[in-house]
């Protein structure tokens, strides 16, 4: 459950790049861009942008890369992005202006959050039918509008 203590260790890539939670209740890590200068974001033109650090995931989780609201209203989006259990390597953060305009990040700028998930990693059965249900192949958006 939620209470269970899990060890996420973090390797420091640059100590100016500590990642840390602004609320001690918050469930994402902040994280910062590794940048010695300002980072110009042209418009619609996706950067893939290093944090500085790499992790060790306790047993049965991911981690997820999500935006940060404070840059999601400047129209800087972070497109939500996985980090597998056994991925050792720098993590990264796919950063997207979607303003007309050119945007200016900071060096150590605060870019994106990191939260660890359980996953499940189920046994894969291929079939040729699957159950039935209610909803059925009723797809995207087909329940309208309230």
Excluded at 7 to 18: A, G, Y
Excluded at 58 to 81: D, H, M, N, W
């Amino acid at each position: 459950g939620c209470q269970k203590i899990m060890r996420l260790r973090i390797k420091l890539l640059d100590e100016r790049c500590r990642p840390q939670r602004s609320y001690e209740s918050d469930s994402g890590l902040d994280l910062r861009l590794r940048s010695e200068k300002p980072l110009t974001l042209n418009p619609f033109q996706p950067k893939l942008v290093k944090t500085g650090i790499a992790i060790e995931l306790p047993p049965g989780c991911e981690a997820q890369v999500r935006p940060r609201s404070s840059l999601t209203r400047r129209g800087i989006i972070i497109p939500f992005g996985t980090v597998d259990n056994g991925y050792r390597g720098e993590v990264g953060a796919v950063v997207i202006n979607i303003t007309p305009a050119a945007q200016t990040l900071e060096a150590f700028e605060r870019v994106a959050q990191l939260v660890v998930a359980p996953v499940c990693i189920p046994e894969i059965e291929y079939c040729e039918e699957l159950s039935v249900t209610e909803r059925g192949e009723s797809g995207f958006g087909s329940t309208g509008r309230v």
